[in-house]
């Protein structure tokens, strides 16, 4: 059995004993056995409120930086001014969550990111308009986010037992895809209606529930009698040499580049939207394709018991990369805008899939020492990804055409999944 140690540290909230085995309908719904553990819960319920208010400064900072700009390009340079911290912090963050208590770290980091949403606040309620503020505190707001996310996902394997694993990554998973879709719209109702300012506001009190969970969480210092060190650029390069030898690991990081790197075709939705489905209304067409994937994600986290009980965690992963290309391919080969929304969807399923699945190899198949600078990576690799994305498929879109390059691009990643997986075996071999 390909499994590290495991440890359920919940004190006195562990876990009871398992439930029985649902049956009829009920064993197709969302697995909800971590639920039952009252720490794992706490930082599930804190995500819920979280996801969505995060999503509201998500699409307020845009908004600002337009309305004092006037220019989309100062929108894609904010974009820039915070992926480059994100990644930076990211995977120092891992190489720090595995050092300290994760606990402390989850709660220091939560309050630098409320009080980076107060400022944002309080910068818009005071007219600053000043776009240099707005890039500062979005970098600053990205890199307490890259010290805070590998910390937050490598402490889900010391919350529940190895065996729910999956389950636990599909809860959190559907919970920051539903975010996904009801932040964006819920700031579209509220900024008429209270104003941009407040939608920070809303988003800072929305992380006082996050401070509050993970203040309630039990410590999580590193295990064993490992000794004290400290994060450094040799930790982190430790982690690299780390994913290198243990070819499970790496294999999981390369599935997920391929399907984002040469299938996340969302570059292109505007252009598709302007001359494929243009007879629907071009912003109807585009809010559709960009809701497509995410909606098909939230209706695989809902109904996650198909799945989330699979031993093959490596089968489960490959299975779920060749459907995406699969549907990505036919989403370009799609002339009708409700038969490309029902294969973006069909995508939106399978990237769940993959996701509490790779999410499970990482925590399973790393040991506790390493998972923090294992998430680390993992926050590089989602972040990533889909911007390599945008550059690869924006200029294939130019040179082949907008549903050439999304059909081939889904192909393309159908090959070399295959051929991942027909080359290097572990992959394959891996299951709990």
């Known amino acids: 059995m390909n499994t590290s140690e495991s440890s359920t540290e919940t004190g006195d909230d562990a876990p009871a004993a398992a439930p029985a085995p649902h049956r009829g309908w009920r064993r197709w719904a969302m697995d909800t056995r971590p639920l039952r553990i009252p720490a794992y819960r ?4 804190s995500t819920i409120v979280t996801s969505v208010g995060s999503q509201l400064t998500a699409v307020a900072v845009p908004k600002q930086i337009y309305d004092i700009t006037h220019s989309s ?5 904010a974009s820039l001014a ?7 912090f990211a995977l120092w963050g891992g190489a720090v969550a595995d050092t300290v208590d994760r606990r402390k770290l989850l709660l220091w980091t939560n309050i630098g990111i409320a009080v980076t949403s107060l400022l944002f606040w309080a910068q818009a309620v005071t007219g600053l308009d000043s776009v240099v503020v707005l890039m500062v505190l979005l970098a600053l707001q990205q890199a307490f986010f890259g010290l805070n996310s590998p910390a937050r996902n490598a402490s889900i394997a010391r919350l529940v037992p190895a065996g729910e ?11 920051m895809q539903t975010g996904l879709v009801a932040g964006p719209l819920l700031a579209g109702v509220l900024i008429p209606v209270i104003g941009l300012p407040e939608l920070y506001l809303v988003d800072a009190l929305a992380l006082c529930v996050t401070v509050w969970a993970v203040f309630r969480l039990p410590a999580l210092p590193p295990l064993g009698d490992a000794p004290a060190r400290r994060a450094g650029v040799r930790e982190i390069a430790e982690g690299f040499r780390y994913i290198s030898r243990h070819k499970v690991l790496l294999l999981s990081f390369l599935a997920d580049i391929v399907a984002m790197v040469f299938g996340m075709p969302r570059a292109l939705f505007p252009q598709l939207a302007a001359q494929t489905y243009h007879s629907w209304g071009e912003g ?6 960009f809701a497509g994937i995410p909606v098909g994600a939230v209706l695989g986290g809902l109904f996650s018991g198909v799945f989330s009980r699979a031993r093959r965690h490596g089968w489960m992963v490959i299975g779920a990369v060749v459907a995406w290309g699969v549907a990505i391919a036919g989403f370009g080969l799609s002339g009708n805008l ?3 929304l029902a294969f973006l969807a069909a995508a939106g399923v399978a990237d769940m899939v993959s996701m509490v699945f790779r999410g499970a190899i990482l925590l399973s198949a790393a040991t506790d020492e390493m998972r923090g600078r294992m998430q680390g990576v993992f926050t590089v ?12 498929h924006g200029t294939a879109g130019a040179v082949f055409g907008p549903r050439a390059a999304v059909a081939g691009g889904g192909v393309l990643v159908v090959v070399l999944m295959l051929a991942l997986a027909a080359t290097v075996p572990a992959l394959r071999r891996y299951r709990i």
Not at 73 to 77: H, I, P
Not at 165 to 175: G, I, K, R
Request: proline share 6%.
């Open 42 to 45: 706490r930082l599930w319920s």
């Open 73 to 77: 390009a100062w929108v894609g340079y």
């Open 82 to 88: 915070g992926l480059v911290p994100m990644v930076v």
């Open 381 to 392: 690799v989602v972040a990533g990804g889909p911007r390599l994305a945008d550059v690869l």
């Open 284 to 289: 109807f067409a585009l809010g559709v394709l």
């Open 165 to 175: 694993l999956p389950a636990a990554n599909a809860l959190s998973s559907t919970v």
């Open 338 to 340: 409700w038969i490309a």
